[in-house]
């Protein structure tokens, strides 16, 4: 039997054949399965016969729910935590029960499987010995831009999960900021129609627009810059105008991010801006107005 404690049991992705034993006997053994979408779960457990009580755990009542299963746990109760699909706690609310399990002191026992992100990335043919996963990017298409911008400077590998309905608008975003850096995108995973696309985001965007419906999750990784950026060939000024035009937010915005892409303090950016641009003491009509917007 297993120990009163929370574990969070991988999933699999796609493919049922990656559960592992141990996922399997531990779902046997606990006193309760906390699902995140109780239908997924039911074609797993209905596939290797797992019998125990399911419980939905999803996000907007994680609130309410996860008060009742941490007292099922500090009554003796076991209880298995299962995302959707892949390891819980990554972009689900399964985090969320984590905290409040360690909280009242109750052990959190992980039990290791399939993760899309992590499987993309192997075989994304991208370096992969330095990785940074972002979750889901903005829905909201300017700040999905600013969002992206604001990783212009990374070296490592980055992760993020999208939706088939907007990956041609961030692919054409990518290509708009980051130029041709190399790109990958993961689709279906493990799954009959799997699909790896690579090459710069332009092609990669060519190749998705051939497709008569784009489905399936989505993992896009986007390759690192080669070194440290070089920023002397381009003025804090300039960058805030290229900012202004490409992400198409105000001066303000675009000042804010120039100065944190750049680590330099915003004062600077704003008089250097300003200077470029002959507004005296860094103050001009457009800036005053936005002032008195913002009090």
């Known amino acids: 039997m297993t120990d009163p404690f929370l574990y969070l049991v991988a999933t699999p992705i796609g493919n049922l054949e990656d ?3 141990r996922a399997i006997r531990v779902l046997k053994e606990v006193d309760l399965i906390a699902a995140e979408d109780t239908r997924t779960a039911r074609k797993l457990l209905d596939r290797y016969e797992i019998k125990t009580p399911v419980l939905s755990y999803y996000d907007g009542a994680e609130k309410k729910k996860s008060g009742a299963i941490v007292s099922r746990l500090a009554s003796g109760k076991s209880v298995a935590l299962i995302s959707e699909a892949g390891t819980p706690g990554i972009s689900d609310p399964g985090y969320r029960l984590v905290v409040a399990a360690l909280a009242a002191g109750i052990p959190v026992v992980p039990v290791p499987g399939p993760s899309a992100a992590i499987a993309a990335l192997a075989a994304s043919g991208l370096p992969a ?11 909201s298409a300017t700040t999905r831009r600013k969002k992206l911008y604001s990783l212009l400077a990374e070296e490592r590998t980055m992760i993020f999960y999208e939706s088939p309905r907007r990956i041609l608008a961030t692919l054409k975003e990518v290509e708009k900021i980051f130029g041709d850096q190399p790109v990958a995108v993961a689709r279906e995973l493990t799954k009959i129609h799997e699909e790896f696309l690579r090459g710069a985001a332009a092609e990669v ?7 008569e419906k784009i489905r399936g999750e989505i993992v896009l990784l986007l390759g690192g810059r080669s070194g440290p950026p070089d920023w002397s060939e381009i003025t804090p000024a300039d960058q805030v105008e290229s900012a202004i035009r490409d992400l198409e937010i105000s001066r303000m915005e675009a000042i804010k991010l120039v100065a944190e892409l750049r680590g330099l303090p915003k004062s600077a950016v704003y ?6 641009n002959g507004v005296e003491n860094g103050v001009g009509p457009t800036e005053v107005s936005e002032r008195h917007k913002d009090q």
């Open 205 to 211: 965007l060519r190749k998705l627009k051939e497709k």
């Open 129 to 139: 010995d330095r990785f940074v996963f972002e979750g889901f990017l903005p829905s």
């Open 19 to 21: 559960t592992t034993l």
């Open 271 to 276: 008089r250097d801006f300003h200077r470029e």
